[in-house]
Every structure is written in C-alpha cells, then in structure tokens.
C-alpha cells in the first residue's frame, strides 16, 4: 500500500492545502492543549473556547461545548488560509519549494508574528498575561508545526511538475 504524501505520487494544489491545514491544524492544537495544560491548567476544551473568544470575548466560556466547537471551526478555518497563502505563494516563489524546510519555518514564526501583532488585536480574544514559556512555545511550535508541515505539503505541487515534466520525456 503507497502513502498518498510517497514521492511517487504526486498531489495537486487543492490536495497540498488540504493536507497542510490538516496536519498544521492538528499538530498546532496538539501543541497548544499540551502548553496551556502545562503553563494555566487548561483543558483542551477551554483551549478551543479561547480560541471561540476571537469572536465571542468571554462570552466564549459560558458556551459549553458549542463554544469549543466554534473554536475548533475558527482552528481550522485559519490553518485552511494559512495553507492557501503558502501553497499559493509557492507557485509564484519557486525557492519556497526548493527550501522547503528553511521558508516553512520561517513562514510559521511569521504566522505567529502576525496573528498576535496584527489578527488578535483586532478581535474579541480574551486577553492573557505574557508568558516567557507560553512566547517560546508559540514561536517554536508555529515553526514546527504549522509552517514545516504546510511547506512540505506545499512542495509536493512541485514533486507533480517535476514528475510530469519527466513522464513527458519518455
């Protein structure tokens, strides 16, 4: 049985946002439900309930499950455009595909620049205090497992064109 991301085969653009929403998503979630547990003692469906404020504020928390359902849709709804932009970007800036590991995570350290500078300022987010541990985590765990994920999911376009390009020689 092949892996559907296996060299030989190849994906086309839809695919590639597809599977880099999905694995960024669930590894950014994973990732987020372990470092609040640690760092506030949250459970992962206040996690999501916090994520559900962007748009609710506080109210997020009176919202039972239906406000960490909300957060969840927001979750992937962002991870969905942040895969977008990139697998889009790569087709006009070849390098983000021939440096793959490089731009990913430089791109998901960029995700988290400006989703805190520029997104979450002008939502409803509950405010939290600045946590050292809670920055580093957020830096590190965006370039980890959201930008790495969604560039490699990204290059296999390329692996498609390249692979088409040599069928088409033979």
Known sequence: MEMIMSKSQPINRGAAIFYGELIAGILDAADGFAAYYFAA???PI??????????????????????????????????????????????????????????GTIYGVAVFIVMNLVVLPHTAVVKSPLSL????NGVLGHA?????PIALAARR????????AQAAQL
């Open 41 to 43: 003692g949250f459970n």
């Open 46 to 103: 206040q996690v999501l309930q916090f994520i559900a404020s962007g748009l609710y504020g506080a109210a997020a928390f009176q919202k039972g499950i239906s406000g960490a359902l909300v957060g969840l849709l927001a979750h992937f709804f962002l991870a969905f455009a942040v895969a977008a932009i990139y697998a889009g970007a790569s087709r006009f800036l070849p390098m983000l595909n021939r440096e793959a590991v490089m731009w």
């Open 133 to 136: 541990p809670l920055l580093l």
């Open 144 to 148: 980890l497992f959201v930008g790495l």
């Open 157 to 164: 376009i390329t692996n498609q064109s390249s692979f088409s």
